[in-house]
Nanobody
Framework: QVQVVESGGGLVQPGGSLRLSCAAS????????MAWYRQAPGSEREMVAG????????DYADSVKGRFTISRNNAENTGYLQMKSLRPEDTAVYYC????????????????WGKGTLVTVSS
């Protein structure tokens, strides 16, 4: 079994920065592609960023490209999402997702999700 726990959310002013963490346990973290998703009230869940098992390739949604950076430390079973130049429209619950590879569908069985961490961007 795999457990996923996000942390690092909170209240930040527009233009500020925040770093989210994704801690995994119960399996080998490096066996999984890691992605960050977010869901704002009244909106569908969307993928924000993803990174391959070894960290050699990453992908970003157009809305966050150039502002967010995804990374991982496999030795510590932890992934990160560094967010800068935050905007009010970035306000959402952010979820960490682990799955076998990038094009493995997010609704298939071998997906592991955390319960989310809330990011609120407001002055």
């Amino acid at each position: 079994q795999v457990q996923v726990v996000e942390s690092g959310g909170g209240l930040v002013q527009p233009g500020g920065s925040l770093r989210l963490s994704c801690a995994a346990s119960g399996s080998i973290f490096s066996s999984y592609y890691m992605a960050w998703y977010r869901q704002a009230p009244g909106s569908e869940r969307e993928m924000v960023a993803g990174i391959t098992r070894g960290g050699g390739w990453s992908d970003y949604a157009d809305s966050v490209k150039g502002r967010f950076t995804i990374s991982r430390n496999n030795a510590e079973n932890t992934g990160y999402l560094q967010m800068k130049s935050l905007r009010p429209e970035d306000t959402a619950v952010y979820y960490c997702n682990l799955r076998p590879y990038s094009d493995y569908h997010e609704d298939y069985g071998m997906n592991y999700w955390g319960k989310g961490t809330l990011v609120t961007v407001s002055s």
